[in-house]
């Protein structure tokens, strides 16, 4: 940390994206250029919450804001009118419920959370093909039954990346970077049958699709330039892939 502070801010000689991956044991950021080399970097740890019942793997998705911004006061961002685009990318299948204002019900489900193996049995009934109890929808099902009140305040159920995306832009969305991937993430014919409400859950959108631009509010609070166009991303399995080419 120490070390990040104190190294030299970069100047960027052409355009670059400001990039973000929450991973599970850390939050990290990157301004990268169109060549792929790495201009800038830093990281933060991020920290569960105390697993009360076993099985259980929670998240105070607050964390996740905290370390962003952390993490973007490290990079030491420079001639900001040269950033192109900022991208999220994030640990998968981690679910978060947030209200209509995008503030979160409760903890997030972490995609190491396995309380919903009867609810996986469930949609997978509906939906005709198998789903792990980390999965999605099964996790959503599992709040409905088990946390009531949290389900009957939630607006939107969204991924880990897409819960930042949402706080920076206000809109909700689900990344869906392959057709194949969308009966894991949630089946639309099995939603009704097994007594979720489909308006929580936000329309699919592509890898690389724009979902919006940093608000105001967001840029305030977690210092990422307002008005900067924010790019779908993708889990972190897929774009790690990309990554190493």
Do not use: C
Not at 61 to 89: F, H, M
Not at 98 to 113: C, T
Not at 142 to 162: G, I
Not at 195 to 200: E, N, Q, T, Y
């Amino acid at each position: 940390m120490a070390g990040l502070a104190r190294r030299p801010r970069v100047r960027y000689s052409v355009r670059v994206i400001l990039a973000y991956d929450i991973g599970t044991t850390h939050l990290k950021g990157a301004v990268v250029d169109a060549g792929g080399r790495v201009l800038a970097s830093a990281r933060v740890p991020v920290r569960g919450l105390p697993a009360g019942e076993p099985l259980a793997s929670e998240v105070d998705p607050d964390a996740w804001l905290s370390g962003l911004a952390l993490v973007t006061a490290q990079l030491g961002l420079r001639e900001r009118d040269r950033l192109k685009g900022v991208v999220v990318s994030a640990n998968g299948p981690t679910l978060v419920a947030v209200d209509a204002s995008g503030e979160p019900v409760g903890p997030a489900l972490g995609w190491q959370d396995r309380r919903a193996g009867a609810e996986a049995e469930l949609v997978a009934e509906f939906s005709g093909s198998y789903l792990d109890e980390s999965f999605y929808l099964p996790k959503a099902l599992w709040m409905m039954r088990h946390r009531p009140l949290e389900y009957a305040r939630t607006r939107w159920f969204l991924p880990s990346a897409e819960f930042v995306d949402f706080v920076l832009t206000g809109h909700a969305h689900r990344v869906n970077s392959t057709p194949a991937f969308a009966e894991f993430f949630w089946n639309e014919s099995a939603i009704r049958r097994v007594g979720l409400d489909p308006d929580r859950f936000p329309p699919f959108v592509e890898t690389g699709d724009p979902v919006g631009a940093v608000g105001d509010r967001a840029a305030g609070a977690l210092g990422v330039p307002e008005g900067l166009p924010v790019f779908a991303g993708g889990p972190d399995f897929l774009m790690s892939i990309l990554g190493t080419a």
